[in-house]
């Protein structure tokens, strides 16, 4: 009950977050970050490999982090594509950093999208 709750609370509030960055967690081995237990702040799934935080229009320090679909949902109009921007680049920096045994936090930002030519 309290994750449908959470759920509508949300969707009433769609088009109103600010995308602010996409991150994993690079650790030694291939599938460990199934075992890290993030969990979507809106659905509530609990097998996310990429986390994407959002932070609400009016600039307060409420920030939640969601799942790719989510935050697609949630982030306001213009910038619906940018989830799935950032959750590839950081796919693939995750492919640079296990090929190159550089463990480690990878992180999107929009304006890394932009330096990359990517928006």
């Known amino acids: 009950m309290i994750e449908e709750t959470r759920l509508h609370l949300l969707e009433s509030t769609a088009g109103l977050w600010i995308y602010s960055c996409c991150y994993c967690n690079v650790t030694p ?6 075992f890290y237990g993030y969990k979507c702040a809106a659905c509530g799934n609990k097998n996310l490999r990429f ?4 932070r609400y229009e009016d600039h307060t320090r409420r920030d939640i982090t969601v799942g790719v679909e989510c935050a697609e949902l949630l982030v306001r109009l213009e910038d619906e594509q940018l989830p799935r921007l950032a959750e590839n680049e950081t796919a693939r920096k995750e492919k640079w950093r296990r090929r190159y045994g550089n463990f480690g936090f990878c992180r999107t930002t929009p304006e890394d999208l932009g330096n990359r030519g990517k928006l």
């Open 51 to 54: 986390i994407h935080v959002l």
């Open 29 to 34: 081995g291939e599938r460990d970050w199934t």
